[in-house]
């Protein structure tokens, strides 16, 4: 499976933006999905993830009740939307893609990662 993030971009503080993940190679259904992010400095962290059916998902308290995760599973695509944005969401984001229907928070669960995409959020 290939992942290509794409939607990254500067935005202001309490800016939206709306990051997209396509999967290629074999379909989304048989995977849950995942964002993870990474900031300069720091460990990559878990954002958010969807089980293969779209029917769970899970949230970092972080971002929760700002972030959103939704799939289309006919375009083969997960979705990020952001809102209220922080200057500490800055991050390169990386979408993720675990051979499970569930929904997993772990890294290590995750079998096939894109290569990011950058989000710079000003204050």
């Known amino acids: 499976v290939q992942l290509q993030a794409s939607g990254g971009g500067l935005v202001q503080a309490g800016g939206s933006l709306r990051l997209s993940c396509a999967a290629s190679g074999r379909s989304m259904i048989y995977f849950g999905m995942g964002w993870f992010r990474q900031a300069p400095g720091k460990e990559r962290e878990f954002v958010t993830a969807i089980s293969s059916s779209g029917g769970s998902t899970i949230y970092a308290d972080s971002v929760k009740g700002r972030f959103t995760i939704s799939r289309d599973n006919a375009k083969n695509t997960v979705y990020l939307q952001m809102d209220s944005l922080k200057p500490e969401d800055t991050a390169i984001y990386y979408c993720?893609?675990?051979?499970?229907?569930?929904?997993?928070?772990?890294?290590?669960?995750?079998?096939?990662w894109g290569q990011g995409t950058l989000v710079t959020v000003s204050s």
């Open positions: 993720a893609a675990a051979s499970t229907v569930l929904v997993r928070r772990h890294s290590v669960s995750y079998n096939y």
